[in-house]
């Protein structure tokens, strides 16, 4: 089943929120798994027998008593099912590294959740050519050091997020289907692998033909529940 993450991001304020899940009551896809991922504190608005609830983040944190984190059995007990785990913009402005995404993983699988893990370049690095390098660096020295049996790649360019600029379909294909070589390769696993950066309901068309990916994370786009249900249905078509 293809899947289409929403990551909210922090965009949206409490009554906001509450009006989306409200409008969710309806709300059911059978055909592709759909996973929303509002901030922390929302997550309770967002718990659906018809969809799944993901968070943006998890604690590299487990027993140790550190005052603001969200650990791993908290958001277990709020029945998120997902986590994001490594996105471009934890790098850059929280300064994770990879012990940080090797703990949260961990973490998240000792307590059953999954995890999206995101990878991509920068535009320096995609203009010089060194997209699988940087690609196969993210990927190895995280997945490593930890089971990968619940693990799916978000593969998202860092130039692609929120500027409305995306990667010819054809580059998109040939790279999710080197992600895809390498974790068989590596971990003797062909692990799923999503496309996120500039998905909209006027793109989807051209992006869901692309053979090899599973489905999509999506940011700006999630804000609206009528482009989410344009994306779907598209995602549900030939
Ligand atoms: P946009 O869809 O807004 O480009 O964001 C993608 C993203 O970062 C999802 O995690």
């Not at 922090?10 to 055909?31: G, H, I, R, V, W």
């Not at 943006?56 to 984190?69: K, P, R, V, Y």
């Not at 020295?141 to 990667?167: F, H, M, Q, R, S």
Request: charged letters at 25%; a negative charge.
């Amino acid at each position: 089943m293809k899947i289409l993450a929403c990551n909210f991001k922090n965009k949206l304020t409490y009554s906001e929120y509450q009006a989306y899940s409200q409008k969710l009551e309806e709300f059911s896809c059978s055909f592709v798994k759909t996973i929303f991922i509002p901030p922390f504190p929302f997550l309770p608005l967002f718990k659906s027998k018809s969809y799944e609830l993901g968070s943006q983040d998890i604690s590299s944190f487990n027993e140790t008593t550190i005052t603001g984190e969200v650990t791993a059995e908290a958001l277990k007990s709020l029945g998120v099912a997902y986590t994001l785990v490594g996105h471009s913009e934890r790098r850059k402005y929280k300064n994770e590294i990879n012990i940080d995404f090797i703990n949260k993983i961990n973490n998240a699988w000792e307590s059953k959740i999954k995890v999206i893990y995101c990878i991509g370049e920068s535009l320096e690095d995609h203009e010089n050519g060194n997209t699988y390098m940087v690609l196969e660096k993210q990927i190895s020295e995280v997945l490593n050091n930890v089971a990968t049996d619940n693990i799916i790649i978000a593969y998202e360019p860092i130039w692609a997020i929120g500027t409305k600029v995306w990667p010819d379909p054809k580059e998109i294909e040939e790279t999710t289907q080197f992600i895809k070589d390498i974790t068989e390769e590596k971990y003797d696993t062909s692990l799923k692998v999503l496309y996120g950066g500039s998905v909209d309901d006027n793109n989807i068309k051209e992006l869901k033909k692309i053979k090899n990916v599973d489905g999509f994370l999506i940011g700006n786009a999630s804000l609206s529940l009528d482009k989410v249900k344009a994306i779907l249905l598209e995602m549900m078509g030939e």
